[in-house]
């Protein structure tokens, strides 16, 4: 086989690998369309009535922002509505070990303040379905929200679960805890909202 033979056999080898190359390239370039990752003008809490409704970020003494969420029955909550109450804003996920852990320390707690307090838990990602049966599961009634899309749950820079707020009668964020807490510790923080 001479030099030109050769030569030619392989570039006969690569126009297969070269028509993959571009279909692939194609491909993702069609995905990339469909989901427009620089596209601003996407779906707004405005537009379906859910997400975050203030552009401000949480801090401790300051507002807490305000969002909505649809709850188990699909029906529109917002942060706000619960001014005059203090809150304890609880993140979770299905996937999250100390989530389940803490979760009957937080339905204590809600049974130990009653009308008193309001404690809300934001499901982070997972679909109503699975988040419910694993509130049936952890024997969970306090009121549980679904971010589903994570709007929220960004709104409120939340890095690991279980993320806790802690929110005054007037709407201000009097502590914060990212991570695993116990029912003294949560009595502790809920009193001190409570205080204002």
């Not at 807490?64 to 969420?69: E, G, N």
């Not at 699909?74 to 989530?99: H, K, Q, Y």
């Not at 709007?151 to 890095?159: E, K, N, R």
């Amino acid at each position: 086989m001479d030099e030109q033979q050769i030569e030619d056999q392989i570039s006969g080898r690569r126009w297969p690998m070269v028509v993959v190359l571009v279909a692939i390239a194609v491909l993702l370039g069609l995905i990339a369309w469909d989901q427009r990752p620089w596209d601003d003008s996407g779906v707004s809490a405005t537009d379906t009535g859910v997400g975050m409704l203030s552009n401000e970020s949480p801090r401790r003494d300051g507002d807490a922002p305000d969002f909505a969420l649809l709850d188990e029955r699909g029906e529109r909550v917002t942060l706000s509505e619960f001014e005059g109450r203090p809150v304890f804003l609880n993140f979770w996920a299905t996937w999250c070990t100390f989530c389940k852990e803490e979760m009957p320390d937080m339905q204590r707690v809600q049974d130990e303040y009653g009308e008193d307090l309001v404690i809300i838990g934001v499901n982070a990602g997972d679909s109503v379905e699975d988040g419910e049966a694993f509130a049936r599961r952890s024997g969970i009634t306090y009121l549980r929200l679904y971010d589903v899309d994570l709007t929220v749950t960004d709104g409120y820079l939340v890095q690991a679960m279980p993320t806790s707020y802690f929110i005054t009668a007037d709407g201000k964020i009097s502590d914060a805890n990212f991570g695993f807490m116990v029912h003294e510790q949560m009595i502790e923080k809920v009193d001190e909202a409570i205080a204002g």
